[in-house]
Nanobody, 117 residues
Framework: QVQLVESGGGLVQPGGSLRLSCAASINILRFKSMGWYRQLPRKERELVATISSGGTRNFADSVQGRFTISRDNAKNTVSLQMNSLKPEDTAVYYC???????????WGQGTQVTVSS
């Protein structure tokens, strides 16, 4: 059973920074990509950023230039550095692991990020 454990959420003022981390229970190179998604109440989960096993990064337009994603294959972790945070970044952030083939994605339990003064 794959487990993804997020950490690093919290309350931050607009313009501030937070760093989210996700620790996987297995070798993350077994996944096609790792990433972060976010969800607001009564809204669909949306992509924030992904990083492939080869290191290719993909960002939502709304976070491009403000967020960066990185992975440490030796530690089986993926991190999301969030800078210049805005109130509209407030959401529950979920770590995602996308397997190769047609197997279902794995999700973490989510971590709350609140951007407010």
């Amino acid at each position: 059973q794959v487990q993804l454990v997020e950490s690093g959420g919290g309350l931050v003022q607009p313009g501030g920074s937070l760093r989210l981390s996700c620790a996987a229970s297995i070798n993350i190179l077994r996944f096609k990509s790792m990433g972060w998604y976010r969800q607001l109440p009564r809204k669909e989960r949306e992509l924030v950023a992904t990083i492939s096993s080869g290191g290719t990064r993909n960002f939502a337009d709304s976070v491009q230039g403000r967020f960066t994603i990185s992975r440490d294959n030796a530690k089986n972790t993926v991190s999301l550095q969030m800078n210049s945070l805005k109130p509209e970044d407030t959401a529950v952030y979920y770590c995602n692991a996308a397997p190769w083939g047609s197997n279902p994605n794995y999700w973490g339990q989510g971590t709350q990020v609140t951007v407010s003064s």
